[in-house]
């Protein structure tokens, strides 16, 4: 098949290199604008964008698909089908309607529920006990098309984004393949979603990532699932008289009462509104990530407090 893929980050590299594998011809590749990056701030290309170099795909990086241009060179590479996975960018009806199969879209839910850009740490923020990853047929809504295959994961007590992630990462790329295979078939079927049930997840705010210890134990348990690796959910402590502020990477329930915010013992265990929350594994602003043991070793004397 003729296939236009459209997609920015890490996550979407499987699934391009998957339908390149498979044998089909991708007939270019939308990604991102490179963007400036590092201490000398040069322009840096996506890992789509680099991946599809190394297949020799051409690759556009237009910075809106709304002009009427765009949609005339899109339309002009006769696609049967777009695969569009983690792009970024809106997608108007002219794009959606030129392949003659339509755009396949590759979202990390279970749909209806957590609609929008943050599926992954919204569902474990919310506690989730599953969640999944399906094949969508877009349409102008903000992720209310019709599903096609899909794979449900569970998310375990401890499991963080960057785990669930790349485990998205890996199925979702093998279930784009399938998916294309029926589509060439012509046996890829779609049904539409649930009118009931529909939740929406939105962008991950910087003012989230901190910990408000008067929540339950469970309730910080799982923002720092969400969070981590990336933004990471964080508190201070302070530290030789200056107010340090430390990363929470991982971390497990824990028994303890007391007043919120307040150090139990000497293994970074800190009480919550109910329960306590003990810390495994930390990052020390300006330093890497170590496990709980390591932090304390280096810390000195700890605050009775958290804030």
Known sequence: ????????????????????????????????????????????????????????????????????????????????????????????????????????????????????????????????????????????GLDTGAMGPTEIIPIGPDMIAGELHDQMMRLGADLMGRALAALERGSLAFTAQPADGATYAAKIDKAEARIDFTRSAEEVHNLIRGLSPFPGAWFELDLGGKPVRIKALRATLADGAAPAATLLGDDLTIACGTGAIRFTQVQREGKGAMDAATFLRGAGPLPAKAS
């Open 1 to 140: 098949m003729r296939v236009v893929f459209m997609g920015t980050p890490e996550f979407s590299v499987p699934t391009l290199t998957e339908i390149v594998s498979a044998g089909h011809e991708v007939v270019a590749v939308y990604t991102r604008a490179p963007k400036p990056a590092g201490r000398g701030q040069a322009e840096r290309r996506t890992p789509v964008h680099e991946a599809a170099e190394a297949f020799g795909i051409p690759v556009f990086t237009p910075r809106s698909l709304k002009g009427a241009d765009e949609q005339a060179q899109f339309a002009a590479l006769g696609a049967d089908v777009a695969v569009v996975v983690a792009y970024g960018l809106i997608l108007p009806k002219p794009i959606l309607d030129a392949p003659a199969e339509g755009c396949l879209n590759l979202h990390g839910s279970l749909l209806p529920r957590w609609r929008g850009a943050a599926p992954i740490q919204r569902a474990i923020m919310a506690g989730d006990k599953q969640t999944g990853i399906v094949v969508m047929q877009m349409d102008e």
